[in-house]
């Protein structure tokens, strides 16, 4: 059983999307998604620098443009479930049918401008935490004033709060931990820091035609299956100041008996918890359009 991930943010580089305009039809359909959202991400993504790519609205809208553009050069598979870590959410709703390229591609932009408004009342940020156990980190982070904002799986939870709040965490690590890790994101996402793009999520969303998922969808708030495309959306809008439940995702792919994952471009960042937490599972991360055909040959063995 195939599943099917997009990454989060964080997971982009300079340059990354450059190969993929040459895969045919790609350049314009990137052409197509920058003029509707008035955002050039062809530019963003070939050759803006690492500080540029790391603005929120900038980034969202690139990583989700750069995952279908990925998961469409695989072909038309049928994966056993989808899911995407944060706004890789959006990726896989897109993927299972729930919007539109172009509704996704929208609504992603109106996510990415209201996380980057909200992020700019106070400067919060998010650090990854390698090793530990939850047990002993999470009440560690909440005394700091942190938030768990996003439960990964595999030994790895990432705080987010104040900058103040993550510099001492620095010199107050949880028993355990190995190391603390600033994330390249400009803010401190599903946190209640991030309430007041909820409003605006909501606005954005509201007039949006929506279908149920053609394949089972993983949602990261509880790591359940969600049946309805009305249920995926209330759970995308709300879901950007709640923590992200990538361990319980992860469970769920066991549950629904996985044997492989592939992870769309950017990919990486998730692959590499699922070779930690999905023991014997096959692992793919699609990074660029030379991964495609090994990415085409585990979909023929496991779809």
Not at 153 to 176: F, R
Not at 195 to 205: G, Q, S, T, Y
């Amino acid at each position: 059983m195939l599943v099917l991930v997009a990454p989060g943010q964080g997971a982009q580089t300079p340059g990354f999307l450059t190969p993929w305009l040459d895969l045919p039809g790609a350049a314009d359909r990137i052409a197509a998604w920058s003029d509707a959202i008035g955002l050039d991400l062809a530019h963003y993504g070939t050759q803006a620098d690492a500080d540029a790519i790391r603005d929120t609205a900038v980034a969202q809208p690139l990583l989700v443009a750069a995952g279908l553009l990925s998961a469409a050069a695989l072909g038309d598979i049928t994966p056993g479930a989808v899911a995407g870590h944060s706004v890789g959410e959006i990726t896989a709703a897109a993927y299972a049918g729930v919007l539109s390229d172009d509704a996704a591609l929208g609504l992603v932009r109106a996510r990415g401008l209201a996380m980057a408004d909200a992020a700019a009342v106070t400067e919060t940020g998010m650090a990854a935490l390698l090793g530990g156990d939850p047990e002993v980190t999470v009440p560690h982070l909440e005394k700091l004033g942190l938030t768990p904002a996003n439960v990964n799986g595999a030994g790895q939870i990432v705080a987010a709060g104040t900058l103040e709040q993550l510099a001492a965490l620095q010199e107050d690590k949880p028993e355990g931990v190995r190391k603390v890790v600033p994330l390249k994101v400009a803010g401190a996402f599903h946190t209640e820091h991030m309430a007041p793009a909820v409003a605006a999520l909501e606005e954005a969303a509201k007039d949006l035609t929506v279908a149920d998922p053609r394949f089972a969808y993983v949602s990261n708030r509880d790591g359940k299956t969600v049946a309805t495309g009305t249920d995926v959306i209330s759970r995308l809008v709300g879901q950007v100041a709640n923590p992200v439940r990538w361990d319980l995702c992860m469970e769920t792919f066991q549950e629904l008996g996985v044997t492989a994952l592939i992870e769309v471009c950017p990919g990486g960042t998730l692959t590499g918890l699922a070779k930690r937490a999905l023991k014997g599972v096959q692992t793919l991360a699609v990074k660029t359009p030379d991964d495609l055909d090994a990415a085409r040959a585990l979909v023929a063995e496991h779809s």
